[in-house]
């Protein structure tokens, strides 16, 4: 059995690399205006502070960080600085999470789904 190890900083910066070569010129532009050095935030319940998810860039209230418990980066608010306000389990590549970011600043609408955290309790499939 495997047991889960939280991404290195060298890994997240290899995604972070790679990512920006398959981003279009719009979506470059915007990465590289609101790209920050990788750093660590926390979350409650699932990432602790300094042992959390890796914040990767920033807009106005908005982070977007690496879920390396789902594979996939997001998007969330803060009001403090290095703590994230949600979680979510979007498995998004980084250009896909920087085309939302753009969508949602030609229309003015967060579009597109979110996928939500674990919640506790017997599944019903009738939901």
Aim: net charge negative; glycine share 10%.
């Amino acid at each position: 059995m495997m047991t889960w190890q939280p991404i290195s900083e060298e890994a997240i910066w290899e995604k972070l690399n790679k990512a920006r070569n398959r981003m279009s010129v719009r979506q470059t532009r915007l990465w590289d205006t609101i790209r920050i050095q990788p750093e660590k935030w926390g979350q409650e319940p699932w990432g602790q502070a300094g042992a959390g998810f890796w914040a990767v860039g920033l807009m106005g209230r908005m982070v977007i960080w690496f879920n390396d418990i789902e594979d996939g980066f997001n998007r969330s608010s803060y009001d403090r600085y290095g703590v994230i306000n949600e979680y979510w389990c979007d498995q998004d590549e980084l250009e896909h999470t920087i085309q939302k970011v753009l969508d949602a600043i030609d229309t003015g609408y967060d579009v597109g789904g979110r996928s939500q955290p674990p919640k506790c309790g017997i599944f019903d499939p009738r939901v």
